[in-house]
């Protein structure tokens, strides 16, 4: 019978595959890779500040994490330059991280679990916020799906063609936004940009649909998730390292190989 933190790592590794096969290609088709970065330590400084003042605010870190991050997507899809807006987003939150982490020495080993991560150490709670907002997430991006690329590929056309695109291109980066959250849970805010960057990136060359590519990255991050964590149990190695390597590794196979 398998331990309790196997099967929670089991798990995670299935969410982290959806959110890396949906909103992994859908920042491959819309090429917004650094909205992840920005995304990932935005989320660092909204845990931070959420375990800062926990005894007034009263939020879960899970949440102060997704709230800074969504902050970053919209004002990214708001400014005319995005990856600009995105880098200056990128160091104000890393600053008001090191702020709040200097506020609560004594509770910053809870902050580093957003930082470095481990699929091994994820808590019941942990699993049932990751799985709920994956279901939310998951459901916009299929009842939006269309509109999705629609406005990844063309977003001039789309608001040619009366689709409310601006609305759909703040939801879409906030979805992005999101999951990374997630998979910042499981992999690290260091790490998270190869869980979700690589795997999409390597598909988009590969598959021959965009449908492919969808399949094709959820593949790339399940299985280099399941032989990280296979190789873990054994070795004193961190499972999110060896998945991230092993990611970004099929991915320089793929692009040498073209």
């Known amino acids: 019978m398998l331990d309790e933190f196997l099967i929670r790592a089991i798990i995670a ?6 959110n890396a096969s949906i909103a992994g290609s859908f920042t491959i088709f819309k090429n917004v890779p650094f909205l992840v970065a920005g995304s990932a330590h935005a989320a660092l400084a909204g845990a931070a500040m959420s375990i800062a003042f926990e005894s007034y605010l009263d939020i ?12 970053v997507a919209i004002y990214a899809a708001k400014a005319r330059q995005a990856n600009i807006a995105i880098g200056i987003s990128f160091a104000f939150s890393m600053a008001l991280a090191v702020l709040f982490i ?8 809870r902050v580093w679990g957003y930082l470095f991560g481990d699929l091994l150490l994820l808590t019941n709670n942990d699993i049932f916020l990751m799985a709920i907002v994956t279901s939310i997430t998951l459901i916009l991006f299929i009842l939006f799906a269309r509109e999705f690329l629609f406005i990844s590929f063309d977003l001039e056309g789309a608001m040619a063609q009366g689709i409310k695109a601006r609305q759909l291109n703040y939801l879409l980066l ?4 999101i999951s990374t959250v997630v998979i910042m849970k499981a992999v690290g805010a260091i790490l998270v940009y190869a869980m979700l960057i690589a795997p999409a990136a390597a598909a988009n060359r590969k598959a021959g649909s965009v449908a492919g590519v969808f399949v094709m990255a959820g593949v790339i ?3 280099a998730s399941f032989a990280a964590l296979f190789i873990a149990l054994y070795l004193p190695f961190s499972p999110s390292a060896i998945a991230a390597l092993i990611a970004t590794s099929i991915y320089f196979a793929v692009a040498r190989g073209e």
């Open 221 to 223: 991050a399940l299985l």
């Open 102 to 109: 200097s506020l609560i020495r004594e509770q910053a080993a």
């Open 60 to 71: 879960n870190p899970f949440f102060g994490a997704a709230i800074f991050a969504v902050f």
């Open 13 to 18: 590794i299935l969410l982290v595959s959806i």
């Open 174 to 177: 906030s979805l992005i936004s």
